[in-house]
């Protein structure tokens, strides 16, 4: 099975991309205000080595370069190749290969961007409905999405990733959640980072003990969990560029994850 992709840089600007009116414009040969033309000699460079390795296997790799004479200023890099892997291992070797070249990329099969590559700005999740991505969201998008979280259902999380790679995450306990945020530090190592938990620092001050949660956020409790208010409060801020908010005590929580 041949899946067709789209690499393509993201423009310095402040500007949305989403992925669903990036790729129709590229395919009538135009430049949507989002991207900007980039040298694609480097990423041609890691699919030459990616191409050995398959077609040792009996695989087929091709790849063209738009405009084909200028590819020091390339408006895409458009690759036939085997499916990429949805798995952790693989979205990791794209941080460490493709990430650090400044370039993102689209599935035109998923319809979605290739895992382990950057939003233009940010792009929101579920885990409750992994097909769906929404790209380059506002606050005011916020609440119809955080309110669509099912606390009795599978999996009734949701996240933010930014440009950046920087995460903020929220799991549904009844009617309140656990909010974490994680800052990466480095595109091409996935250990080099920090993550802290939100607490509610009243709740906190009313335990006669410190309290000593477990890492896994799905069974957060007590302190662990804020409101509904305070999730979206979180969450506005990160979308932002703000840092956490000082309201909240936020316990840094690396050695209790697996």
Known sequence: MINPYYFWKWADNDLPGRPVEVWPMLLRGQMHPALQTFDARPLIKQLEGSARRGRALGEEWNWQVEPRASPGKALFVFVACPPFNQDRRSVEN???????????????????????????????????????????????????????????????????????????????????????????????????????????????????????????????????????????????AFLLGQPRPPRYHWRLINDLLP
Request: charged fraction near 25%; proline fraction near 8%.
């Open 94 to 236: 794209m941080f460490q290969t493709i990430s650090p070249l400044d370039v993102s990329g689209y599935d035109e099969e998923r319809g979605t961007l290739i895992p382990g590559l950057m939003p233009k700005l940010n792009r929101f999740q579920f885990g409750q409905f992994p097909s769906e991505d929404f790209y380059d969201i506002t606050p005011r998008d916020l609440p119809v999405l955080l309110r669509r979280i099912r606390p009795h259902g599978r999996d009734p999380f949701a996240f933010i990733t930014n440009r950046l790679s920087h995460v903020v995450q929220c799991h549904a306990n009844g009617r309140r959640f656990c909010v974490e945020w994680q800052a990466n530090y480095d595109l091409s190592d996935w250990n080099k980072f920090d993550r802290w938990r939100a607490q509610d620092p009243g709740r906190l001050a009313n335990l006669a003990v410190p309290h000593d949660s477990k890492g896994d956020f799905a069974t957060a409790v007590g302190p662990d969990l804020v409101t509904y208010s305070e999730t979206l409060r979180i969450f506005t």
